[in-house]
């Protein structure tokens, strides 16, 4: 079975632009989750979804959007970007809301 | 603060050598996860923990909840164990989501 998969793996953009990130859970699971890594860092929480409905939200600021659609994969929207935003986008994967963590690797998002 | 602490932030051993990584938090939690990072980004689970004590081959993980404190040990380490260990908790005891919060890593290098 394929495990997480996320794209693009890698992606260069300039402040003020757009992302759009994407997730395609492990085949059954239900919730995904979202987080961001920054260079040295632990990942941060951005968002979860489970059954296609948001059941948390992260301290981040209201450029950060996500959703998850029937099939339960997920995108994570960015807007407005700042250089501050440059960082490895994790995605992750569990069977229900509150289970073990599967992680994909990632997207690393340079902001110019 | 960070609700995570972890403990040492880098860690150099001689393959062959017993080794622990401490994590300590500073709120009631409802599990812990013990990840492994490898350079590029993919973060692979370990154990996910409420109570007691798991062991996979070489990596045994213990929790205190009273404590407050948890610890992944490697015992006869390897060089292929080389990589950044992240202690992530989900916090509050009704918590049933995947909204786990993170420490910033142990990087972990075992010397031939």
């Known amino acids: 079975d394929a495990g997480v998969t996320q794209s693009p793996t890698h992606l260069i953009k300039t402040r003020g632009q757009q992302v759009t990130l994407r997730c395609s859970p492990i085949?059954?699971?239900?919730?995904v989750s979202w987080y961001q890594q920054v260079l040295g860092q632990g990942p941060q929480f951005i968002f979860q979804?489970?059954?296609?409905?948001?059941?948390g939200r992260g301290n981040f600021p209201d450029r950060f959007s996500a959703r998850q659609f029937p099939n339960y994969s997920s995108e994570l929207n960015v807007n407005a970007l700042l250089l501050g935003d440059s960082a490895l986008y994790l995605c992750a994967s569990s069977l229900r809301a509150n289970e073990k963590l599967f992680f994909g690797s990632g997207t690393q998002l340079s902001v110019l | 603060k960070n609700e995570v602490e972890q403990s040492p932030q880098n860690l150099t051993a001689q393959e062959g050598e017993f080794i622990t990584i401490n994590c300590s938090y500073s709120?009631?939690?409802?599990?812990l996860h013990w990840l492994q990072q490898h350079p590029g980004g993919g973060i692979v689970s370990l154990f996910m923990l409420s109570s007691g004590k798991k062991k996979h081959g070489r990596l045994i993980a213990t929790i205190n909840i009273q404590e407050k404190h948890s610890s992944l040990h490697i015992t006869a380490s390897h060089p292929r164990d080389s990589a950044v260990y992240i202690c992530a908790v989900r916090l509050g005891a009704n918590n049933t989501g995947n909204q786990f919060y993170f420490g910033t890593g142990t990087s972990l290098t075992v010397i031939p």
């Open positions: 709120v009631g939690i409802s599990a």
């Open positions: 979804y489970y059954e296609k409905e948001e059941r």
């Open positions: 085949s059954g699971h239900k919730s």
